[in-house]
């Protein structure tokens, strides 16, 4: 078992990797007056899906690597969150307000059927999951339409994993790990580890809780981290990543970096990037990555692509 601390992640020797942007777009396709942006980004099979909306706008985009506009999912959901892809290119997605079956918006999950349209929707009387926010797919499985997909449950201070059918349209909130965490956020699956990020504002008592912490698929705690070796400390969380190379990103707005940690949660350093991206999704040996820019008359989000080499 890795040792576990709380302050001082040590340094590594391990040089960070390296980036260059090789081309990007708008991550949106429709103007709406306000409150419109892109919350998560996937790739598959040559597939760039990007979760879009808020409060209006709300809409599934897909375009090739290149960023050609292939099409959209209408977006049965309010204030989106996260997003994952099954079988099929089916995508799984957490919001404020996922649509149920009954038609109503209350946190939860909606999931998509192979075409696009709407299969079903989970709340907290389907799943007994309070706010499932961050997901992430377990990966080397040979389950057929069946796959294990890991959902941070803020609500419930819990990190569970879901047993998804996608093609019946059925989840089943496994029994055990349950991993306790507090105000978990993002969530991404390397190989046999989970890492965890735990975001929550704004009582003083609650600095503390903001922190990554890396389990095994027991759900067995290995290792947290909040102070790095810097001297800097994370305390706002917004996205994890894992690389190709078995590094976890961690974007952190307070400090305005994407913090690159190996395997053991050693610091390596940082990438250079000019903002802090709001979604990570590495394709291909390329990262794909959702910035927000400002213009002189709005905010807008766009889909870049980076050279990734270590």
Known sequence: MLKLFSRGGQASSQLPPQISLLRSWNSQVTEYPMNYGSASVRVAEDQVFVLNGADSGNEIVRFNLTGDYLGKYPGWYNWPVDMTLGPNNQVLMSAIGAMGDDHMMRFGLVLYNRTGGFFHGFQEAETGMVRPYGLSNIEDQDQGSSSKVVVTDWGNNQTRILQVDWEAGNMTLLARPIITTPYPFRVVVNKDKILVASMVCCQVWQEQLKK????????????????????????DLQEVSVDPFGNYLVVDNSLNKTVVLNEELEYLGSLDLPTTPKSIYFYQNEMYTIEAEETEDDLIHRIKVYEYTQ
């Open 212 to 235: 990554v912490s890396l389990f095994d698929l027991n759900g067995s705690l290995l290792k947290e981290l909040k102070y790095l070796s810097t001297g800097e400390t994370l305390s």
